[in-house]
């Protein structure tokens, strides 16, 4: 792992794209603090395909981030459970969440995140 032929993913790939598309956005934890980070995720609210196949699969709003940038702020993969985000001026609550890993593993890669609306 991590040989002299591995692709910096976060520097060469991850850093422009999240430096152009990115949105800051404040993470809120389930936690009994309700503990609140901020973040720069991907905005996919327009929709997300979603499902085993994707010519007939669901598309729902969602979002991405960098799982390094979670680490950066002390949020691991599984408090995301039930965390709600706000960004552009809407809160969700992450319903779901899964990898997106590059070919260096997961904590180089993505986390996709499924959104619902927050209504409450």
Not at 15 to 28: K, S
Not at 85 to 106: C, D, L
């Amino acid at each position: 792992m991590g040989g002299a032929g591995m692709i910096d993913y976060g520097s060469l790939l991850f850093g422009p794209i999240y430096g152009t598309l990115g949105v800051e956005a404040v993470l809120t934890l389930a936690d009994t603090a309700e503990t609140q980070v901020t973040v720069t995720l991907i905005d996919k609210t327009g929709g997300l395909p979603v499902g085993p196949n994707v010519e007939i699969g669901t598309v729902v709003p969602g979002a991405t981030v960098q799982v390094a940038d979670l680490a950066a702020v002390g949020v691991t993969v599984e408090q995301l459970d039930d965390a709600h985000v706000s960004f552009s001026g809407r809160t969700w609550r992450i319903a779901s969440h899964h990898p997106k890993p590059v070919p260096s593993g997961e904590a180089d890669g993505e986390q996709v995140l499924i959104l619902e609306a927050d209504n409450g």
